[in-house]
């Protein structure tokens, strides 16, 4: 699932390519993926509404909460996209044929097959297509009032690369809780952003065990963790995020972040700081990665 740095990678991505842009039509063949608004009289009806709400709409900003893609368009409105598991959004020209979405030109995103899941597609004034593809379909699409959804997303954790999360801060935060550190960190309304992969890796990074509790962690532990989070996000942005799994870049391109991976996903691998085999365990209904040798209980 996309976290913070694939997140970010889409918003800057679409920042450059669509931001000023105004909708002009919207297709889809899932309809479902578009959660609100929410009307009496089914799908179809909630569906034609969104239609007509987000025509003409321009987008004057895209910004990101936690895991939430955000355009803030005119009259008041906001999209809201959650790429949610296998979403991301994309950005070019496709032709429909026969019901299904065919490359224009050699370099098309839609040559790599992840990218081929197209199920909507907003037409833009500036010739573009702005397309939500999802092998999937899990991703969520919302059309609100820019003040409700401000007031919705106030109720997030805060955002763990702004200035104002500082280490007094995150102690703060963590002094109440209770729970193993690596399920601490992932829920949303303690931090926003953090998911099973850069949880992972910030434990594996402070050498701290993913079951250890929050409540037995010592000073020295606790300020690794916080300078962790920053230092492996920022990486992470910086790469344009991770793509081993579905996530692709708003041009169909793949991020970099695999060569920093040190456990996600690298069960039975050798740990590259001790030599120990990456071990995965359950717990929480998720799985965790870590080396059995660095990272202490
Ligand atoms: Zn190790």
Known sequence: MP????????????????LKSTFVDVWSDWSKIVKKPRLPGGQAKNFDAFKKEIKNKKIE???????NIIFDLSEGHSLLVHQK??????????????GDWKPIDKKSPLNDPYNRFLHLVFFLDNKKMLALSDARKFAKVELWKTEELKKELDKLGPEPLEKSFTFE???????????????????PEVIAGIGNIYSSEILWQSKIHPEKSVAKLNEKELKLIYQNIK?????AVKLGGESFSDYRKPD???GDFDSER???????QKCSRCGTKIKRIHFGGRSAFLCPNC???
Do not use: C, S
């Not at 976290?3 to 669509?18: A, R, S, Y």
């Not at 979403?87 to 020209?93: I, P």
């Not at 109440?176 to 960190?185: A, E, I, P």
């Open 231 to 235: 230092k492996v996000l920022e990486t």
């Open 85 to 98: 598991m296998t979403g991301h959004l994309l950005v070019g020209n496709w032709q429909l044929v026969n």
């Open 3 to 18: 976290e913070l740095p694939e997140v970010q990678t889409t918003v800057d991505g679409l920042n450059k390519k669509v």
């Open 295 to 297: 990272q202490k209980l």
């Open 262 to 268: 040190r456990a996600y996903n690298r069960e039975g």
């Open 252 to 254: 169909g391109t793949k």
């Open 61 to 67: 900003k895209i910004w990101r909460r936690a895991k």
């Open 169 to 187: 801060k995150f102690k703060e935060i963590l002094k109440d809780k209770n729970g193993k550190v690596k399920q601490v960190l992932m829920k």
